[in-house]
């Protein structure tokens, strides 16, 4: 019977009820399509701010050289749906034979480039075969680069890079050569004459790259030069040597040198490669300055596949990054991985700044609209004044009165729920595909929510209308006053 | 007549009219709020980005690569061009001059820390007050374009204190590195002079700065023997996004016609404001940093995008919201029109007086609703961005128009549907 009424009210006042269920179903709809995009924002926007290129950077740990098994391995730790992009870099100084210039050129692969660096902005193309270079704009325009022009690039194998066993330094009466960085980057050049013993017999030291007044003055001090001679490698500075004052730097580097002195002939021949210029990159940071080619040619010019540092770019919160950070830099010895704070602390404090706005917007639009529902149901429902009072003159209580717009208020309740649910669904979906280019994903949860709040705010929207009918004497609502 | 009929519905069904009154006051609102909302959030959001430092770099135009080219060492020493210091503030006076948020010099050079090594040391503003041309002052420097520093022990280097240049600020790996603490005197020895300074605070950078020191720009100066030189300069810029003509001025704004060139020239561009600082800066080259000036871009699009959908939703939901009311009030009158036709009264007139009826009842609900949504515009403003929403002037037409026209799209049609029905019906009370 009960049933029967509500459905039978239903029926009969299609056209009410109609513009009752549009209401609760507009109300859902914005419900469910704020709150699903509320939720996915800061996962969408992160993505968007992936754009700022990496916010991680993986380095090889102290004293131990890493290859990509260690990148690898380092990328385990971080689910891979939330790696964007991973870059390794190795940077070696390589001499352009035509102009007798070196520059700094980063060996890396160019599939994972636009995905860590989606700023470059490229004149040309990547390169997508070996023996083909992308140019810096500055290192372009200083030595007239075009797409399309060739250039030769040698590496020149510098002793300092690679680890020399001591038994190479200890021949005797050997010439010796060795090499080490100095003041401001300048390479300092030793050539030592061990003696029968493996004391040094004789050192030469260019230090052309230095400042003259200062660690220029090594190569020519007797008193510094004297003190190497009769003694064992390796040495000390301040216990074998004393560094001559005012070129602490480059004293330090004249003992590397010495130390890291080995026989001539063995060190690597000088590897020449010719390549093509694909594209010119503009950057305006100092990726301008660097010349690009591949870990393939790279390999081929060092002989090593030794990575000097991977860039990550993972699209989680900040402190999602610190405990992959932390998960990597402990469980993997030989690498370590920080965190690039200038992007990730900004992303950080932006972000939240938007979720909030968002936020904010969801939680007034929800307010009103859910007031707007109500004040749509209570005109609906009041509008009924006169059939309230009727029934309660033919002999119905009150309460079943109340229990039937209630159950009429929740029927609507349901099915506007389950309408804006799935509209809501739909709209977010169209709203995530239009600005972010991606789908979003359904929360589950989300549809239930829509159906118990439509209900709840359709049977508060009734029960006040309902109990002031029910409160007045049927006479007076029937005559119409 | 009309009026008597009309002012008897508005006080005698007071209760019916304010509900109206109040739902469209509530989508007024939420159209105002929304609307002022998404149109001052590009600026907000444009200046919460400037969280990522400098999105332009000016540097000497005659800036070589030397240093790089043939592995030298020594940094500022082969430098042979520099920008002068004293015409920074001009970067306050150019066409752009309210979009320049910050601005910050550098002058980097290589000094000995106490006996063992070598540091680099760059001189740069802190928060180095400058009186402008224009008669106005301003506070630039690093301070504000560094957001993502820590100070790990003491404190930022101020340089309103008066011994500002007596002071430096080093990166916490070196100051690890040498056992430094905040308050420790060291010696640095430049090519030009030396100098006993007192450590003013530890920074964390999280980047290469960490092995670095940070002075004064005079402080490095004098140690060098640069007065008033700067080898670069950092700008932070509000600019729009860039578009196809922002990308082809980028390349040469002589090639564009006059108008282009006019339009891009009065366009916040970033190419643009590049362009204007090069007029005012002699000898300078200033480009953007393609990885701040490129993800702002993107960023401010999507949020606008965003933020216009959502507007759209809403506006939408409380346009239907509010046509649905009005149609459910028309309908519940059904009785009412039908008398009214019964004594005969013509359609025409009935329609009038109903639509001025609901219509007076709209604008009241717009009026209320305009002044709440400015108060919602306001809440948000200052609870997410911390400044106040400016209010544009456009919005309140907007809305105005937009509540008139769903008013009568919901109304309208109601009345004709009534209309139509034959009154004895109506009055009969079963349809």
Redesign the interface.
Known sequence: MFLRMITASLLRRR??ML??L??IG??A??LA??VT?YVD?PRQ?GA??R???ANMLVLPAEGTVMERDGLADALEKIPPDEVIGATPYRYV?LDMTSRQ????AAGTDFSQVPKT?????IEGNYPEHTREVLAGK??AE?IGLKTGSTMELTYQPAARTEAVSPEDSRVPGAELAGNAE??????VYVSVKLDDHGAVAALEIDAG???PEYGGRTAEDEGFLGQFIGKTLPLTLGEDVDALS?A??TS?AVVQAVNSARKAEKAAKPQTLSFTVTGIL????EEE?YLFISLEDMKTLTGSEQLDVAELSVSAPAEQLEAYAEAISQENGAVRA??????T??EA??LE??T???F???L??LL??M???S??M???V??RRREIGLRKALGASDGSIRAEFLGEGLFLGLLGGLMGGILGFV?AQ??SV???GASITFQPLLLPAAILVSMVIAALSCLLPIKRAVAVDPAIVLKGE | MLFRMIRGVLFHQKGKMLLIALTIALGASLATGMLNVVLGVEEKVNKELKNYGANIVVKPKDSSLLSDIYDVGGGAELNTAYLREDELGKLKTIFWAFNIVDFTPFLDTQVQVADNAAASLTGTWFNHHLDLPTGESLDAGIVGMRSWWDITEGRWLDEKDANASGEIMAGAALAAQYGWHAGDIIRLKGNQGEKDVTIAGIYDAGGDEDEQLYATLDLVQALTGRENEVASIEVSALTTPDNELARRAAKNPAALSSRDYETWYCTAYVSAICYQIQEVITGSVASAVRKVAESEGTILDKTKLLMILITALSLVGSALGISNLVTASVMERSKEIGLLKAIGARDRSITGVVMTEILITALLGFAAGYVMGFGFAQLIGHSVFGSSIQMDPKVAPIVAGLIALVTVAGSLPAIRMVLRLRPAEVLHGGH
């Open positions: 056209s009410r513009i009752a549009l209401s507009i109300g709809t914005i399509g704020l995009i924002v926007m968007q701010f754009s700022y290129g100084r210039q070196s520059f700094t660096s989606p700023y470059f902005s500055k290192i200083t100095g003041f401001g980057g300048g390479i790259t230095q400042t005012g602490t730097v330090e503009t950057t305006g940071g300055e920080r965190l690039v704070k200038r992007v602390r900004s404090s932006v700044k938007l909030a706005l968002v904010l917007v969801t007034v639009v009103l609209t007031i707007c529902v004040t749509t209570m005109a609906v009041s509008e709209f169209a709203v239009n600005v972010f």
